[in-house]
Each structure stands twice: as C-alpha cells, then as structure tokens.
C-alpha cells in the first residue's frame, strides 16, 4: 500500500507541475530551451525554498521525511486547491489539514436555498461550524419555530427558545445528544474562538446546558428522532439528519424526515398549504 501511495504521489505532483506555467510563478518562460510546459523540478524546488535533490526525492516516490511546513511551501508553487492540498498531505503520509473553503466555492448559498426549499413542506435549515443558523425554509419555521429575532445559534436556541422547547416533547430525551455532537464539533477545532464563544454564551443563558457540558459526552452528529407537540396539528415525529457538502466544509444541512407515526407527513402537507399557513403564522406560543 505505500508503495501504491508514493507511486501516486509521484503521478500527482509531476501532473501538478506541468500544469504552472513559468509566468505564473513569476519566472520567464525559457524559451526554445523549454521542451515541455510547466515548471521545472529544480524550479518548483527554489520556489519553495527545499533543497533540489530533496524535492526530486519527494516527486520520485522516495520513502522519505516531510514536513507540513514543506508541503505548503510546495503546495503554494504548485497553486493547489484546499482539496488537492489536503490530498498531498495524504499522499505523503501525513494526516491532512483541516477542509478549507475555496473561493470558487464560496457562494453556493443560491443552490442550498433552492435544495431546503424544494425540500417542503418538511423543515429544513443550514448552519456554519458553529452552528448559527445560515438559512431555513418556511417548514423550519412553522413547526420548529424559527424565525426573525430568535438567537440565531442553532445550540443557544435550543436551550433557550420558549416556542421550541414548549413542542418539543423529546427536549429532554435529545439535549445530553445535542451537547455531545456540538462537543464533537469543538473538538476538531480545539483552539477555535469562535466555538469557545458559543460555549460562554450557552453556559451563561442555560444551567441546563452547563450540566450537560460537564458530563463531557461526545458524540458524532448524525440523526435524531424527534417528537414535537404542534399547536395546530398535534403530535409530529420526524427525523433530523445532517449532510455535509464536501466543497463547503463549514456548513451543514439539517434535514427533518417524516416518520410514520401520526400521519406525521400529512400534517406537515397541511401546514405548508394556505389554510395552514394561515394559523401557524409565527409566533405562536406552546
């Protein structure tokens, strides 16, 4: 298998440096003496700041050491991707860095809005790492309260939303599991500011929260069952599942499915028609 993997290696960062042009890295082209497009290896190697003999190792496949240090400073001549980035750092052996939004990936919010609304009538919504609410559909906001003016942490609301927790029949049954997947996403992040924040700001607005925090369960975020009590049409269960989008490694679409008990589908139906629209106006108490 490493032998596989350092072939691989060699493949990816030959086929990487023919596609730089001289000009690009801010080199003259070389002219007639060029034979092939691309940088040279000896190139690529002053560029980066390695030794040549050490840069031909690493793109001949030798079972040599690296660094992280040295595969960015190659991965910044060769103008990798985050992806592709991260794939050199598996191809060398080393455990990837964290994923990285590219700019071109940068505004996807048109298509994820277009995908939580053609998810009606069942709620949908979509929040970054730290669980802030980004986007949500009109389902998410009849039956699962969202809406203008709440706290937009997807974590704080649920601890702290009087609408939300008056519904939600199975609050006490999910609160340790939702504490342990946002545990889970604190982790890979240790020294993030942004989740240490969120964690202050729950711990300051619920004891409830502070409890579960303690206990110090992680867990990964996957799906949850969830049993809500609708002021209009009564008990509803469906099932919260997160995706992730590989080019927008910092969100998550949170979609809720339908599940058999209590005609839970119809009702969700009725309450995107008209006349259910009507009723379930926000903000409608317990």
């Given at each position: ?11 990816f ?43 031909q ?42 994923p ?84 889970a ?17 729950a711990k ?5 929260f ?46 809720h ?30």
């Amino acid at each position: 298998m490493k032998a596989h993997r350092l072939g691989e290696l060699r493949e990816f960062l030959m086929s990487r440096r023919a596609r730089v042009s001289p000009a690009e890295a801010g080199l003259p082209d070389g002219g007639a003496r060029r034979r092939t497009p691309g940088l040279r290896r000896e190139e690529v190697a002053v560029l980066a700041g390695v030794g040549v003999s050490w840069y031909q190792w690493l793109e001949q496949g030798r079972d040599i050491t690296v660094s992280p240090q040295v595969l960015d400073s190659v991965g910044r001549v060769l103008r990798l991707s985050s992806v592709e980035r991260r794939h050199l750092y598996v191809l060398a052996g080393l455990n990837p860095p964290a994923p990285e939004v590219d700019p071109g990936d940068a505004d996807m919010c048109a298509g994820l809005r277009r995908l939580i609304d053609a998810w009606m009538p069942f709620p949908a919504h979509i929040m970054d790492a730290y669980w802030n609410t980004v986007l949500y559909n009109d389902a998410a906001g009849m039956v699962l309260g969202m809406r203008p003016g709440l706290v937009q942490n997807c974590l704080i609301a649920f601890f702290t939303d009087p609408i939300y927790r008056s519904r939600a029949k199975s609050w006490e049954q999910n609160a340790p599991n939702v504490v342990a997947q946002f545990r889970a996403a604190c982790s890979e992040r240790p020294d993030d500011e942004g989740f240490q924040s969120v964690v202050e700001e729950a711990k300051a607005a619920s004891e409830d929260f502070t409890e579960l925090w303690e206990r110090r369960d992680i867990a990964p975020g996957g799906q949850v069952r969830k049993e809500i009590e609708h002021p209009l049409v009564g008990a509803l269960f469906v099932e919260s599942t997160q995706l992730r989008v590989p080019a927008r490694p910092d969100l998550a679409i949170v979609m809720h499915t339908p599940l058999p008990e209590a005609d839970t589908a119809a009702k969700l139906e009725w309450l995107a028609s008209p006349e259910g629209r009507r009723g379930s106006m926000y903000p409608v108490a317990g």
